[in-house]
């Protein structure tokens, strides 16, 4: 188990060092320059002269080899320095840990519902098969990973916020200072991102579930008189585990990149947010401070869930 484990951390570390490679490079090829649109605002329409640019540039380190800019980057990161946003006027560690609880509460609660919600409504139609509500939740199951979140969160703006004044139709309020309604906000949200994993995640255990209820030994439970909730449970849905476990961990990656497009439609001041005004900015401090966290993130939560295969099948600790 431990070289199992030293295995997948050596294949994280690399994962983490591509990815900032990757990163690090992608938003120097941005269309744009920094410093140019720097100097727009209106404190700084008087820097037009090539020194006063050039004192800038030196000032955002762009002046420096590419590959200087690198090692100083990852130098200040591994210190937990990621930069200073000029733009914000603010570090950037400041402001994704303003933005980053809101996409965590989100995102966490729309996981946490698509496990709760998906997986018994795959058991439901597999162990159905063939009866109307097996017929239900697929149809239902479809449509959720095809509709497009963000015409799903338009459509329920003007549904329940607009037509009906159900629900607020934007921002953000915290549960602890405001827990109602931080809870009326969250709901529509959470339930954008909720879809599609909810649906995958039916799916994806229905599928599992047949093909293990099928096998002989589901069959001599059966013979021996087991209740149907115990070949279902101990039986069928542990030997049919690993593929959900695999989904449901790239799920989190799933809600955090859909978290992108709902927080813009419903104005919620959250990671995705953050990464889309760094874009337009070409604020290229505050891109690669939140790919690099988001990055980190999703190698963790790969990681956890490779482990988590040793755990639960212990055949694949000696692959």
């Known amino acids: 188990m431990k070289i199992y484990i030293l295995r997948r951390l050596i294949q994280c570390c690399i994962v983490v ?9 992608l938003v120097r090829l941005l269309p744009g320059d920094p410093v140019l649109l720097y100097i727009s605002m ?61 996409t965590a509460f989100l995102g966490l609660l729309a996981w946490i519902l698509s496990i709760i919600a998906g997986i ?10 063939g009866q109307w509500i097996d017929s239900v939740v697929t149809v239902l199951a479809n449509i959720g990973i095809t509709a497009p979140v963000f015409w799903v969160g338009i459509m329920l703006i003007q549904v329940f916020g607009v037509t009906l004044d159900w629900l607020p139709i934007q921002g953000y309020t915290s549960i602890l200072s405001n827990p109602g309604m931080g809870i009326l906000k969250a709901i529509m949200p959470v339930f954008c991102l909720a879809l599609w994993p909810i649906s995958s995640t039916a799916r994806q255990t229905r ?20 209740t149907e909730f115990s070949i279902i449970m101990r039986h069928a849905l542990k030997n049919s585990i690993i593929p959900i476990i695999t989904l449901v961990g790239l799920q989190i990656n799933g809600i955090i990149g859909g978290s992108v497009l709902i927080e813009s439609v419903f104005n919620i001041p959250g990671m ?3 990464a889309v005004e760094g874009l337009q900015n070409n604020d290229y401090v505050i891109v690669q401070g939140v790919i690099l966290i988001v ?4 190698t963790l939560v790969n990681l956890i869930v490779d482990l988590s295969y040793g755990l639960i099948d212990p055949r694949i600790r000696h692959q």
């Open 17 to 25: 060092i591509m990815v900032t490679v990757f990163v690090f490079l």
């Open 272 to 274: 995705g947010r953050l």
């Open 295 to 298: 990055a980190t993130f999703t």
């Open 207 to 226: 599928s599992a579930m047949l093909e293990v209820i099928r096998q002989d030994f589901i069959r001599t439970a059966w013979s021996k008189g087991l």
């Open 120 to 129: 018994p409504l795959g058991i439901i139609a597999a162990v159905k098969r």
């Open 42 to 102: 209106d404190t700084y329409t008087e820097a037009t002269t090539k020194d006063q640019l050039a004192e800038l540039r030196h000032e955002f380190g762009l002046d420096r080899p590419i590959y200087e800019q690198y090692a100083v980057w990852v130098y200040n990161a591994v210190r937990g320095d990621l930069g200073e946003s000029k733009f914000l006027n603010n570090t950037v560690l400041k402001e994704i840990g303003t933005a980053l609880p809101k």
